[in-house]
């Protein structure tokens, strides 16, 4: 049971990180871009594939990267096992303001010229692998808060943890995969999904901030406070 809530919060943060506004009007336009250089709808279909695998990718290095670094020196393996699960409460907290915009911070991201851009796009799969690789990593002040505020502390704190980045990849990669079928199909109407995705992400986000925040404050109440 355990295991399947990581899993499964692991696959959530995925999908809110790619519905929200910043990663998702890229994701489109990256998406979209691809459509209009390459002719036959499966290539479409199979840069866009591999422009989520790129992204997938992307995350579940870094995730690796983190989880392996932090947890491979005993004395921050020993200080994480203590304090991890104290600081957990404060971490969801934290991240549930920025989900409710309460908080807000600017991040520069990863940039690309459009002469980079254009020479990624046009070199095929390899290139839109590069190019979901590349914009993955341009985090945006939600996608930063759910990566680093919640899925590395959920990481570290479970038996799995290496495997919760890359699940949180394939989340953050199904909307976009969904998109690029939907062009290679045919489906012109972009527009008018792009909204709808938008006023569900309204909701599902400020949703999710609230549940983050209660969590958070029930974690702090039995580990910190002790009130339970």
Do not use: D
């Amino acid at each position: 049971m355990e295991l399947l809530l990581a899993l499964g919060s692991a696959l959530w943060l995925g999908i809110l990180t790619s519905i929200s506004p910043c990663p998702l009007a890229t994701n489109i336009a990256a998406v979209s871009f691809l459509s209009k250089k390459i002719a036959h709808p499966a290539l479409v279909f199979i840069s866009g594939l591999a422009y989520t695998i790129g992204r997938i990718v992307a995350y579940a290095a870094l995730g690796w990267i983190i989880i392996s670094s932090l947890l491979s020196v005993p004395q921050v393996a020993q200080f994480l096992q203590k304090y991890m699960v104290k600081a957990l409460g404060p971490l969801l907290i934290i991240t549930g303001l920025f989900l409710l915009e309460v908080l807000t911070i600017r991040l520069r991201g990863v940039a690309l010229s459009q002469k980079h851009h254009n020479k990624l796009v046009e070199s095929g799969a390899p290139g839109a692998f590069l190019l979901g690789l590349i914009f993955a990593l341009a985090f945006c002040p939600v996608s930063a808060a759910l990566f680093f505020g919640s899925l590395i502390p959920l990481a570290l704190n479970s038996k799995v943890g290496t495997l919760l980045p890359f699940i949180y990849g394939v989340g953050t990669g199904l909307p976009v995969l969904a998109f690029a079928v939907a062009i290679a199909l045919g489906v012109t109407s972009m527009s008018h999904w792009f909204n709808k995705i938008t006023k569900l992400e309204f909701y599902t986000r400020r949703i999710t901030g609230v549940i983050f925040i209660l969590v958070g404050l029930y974690y702090m109440g039995i580990y910190i406070l002790r009130l339970f």
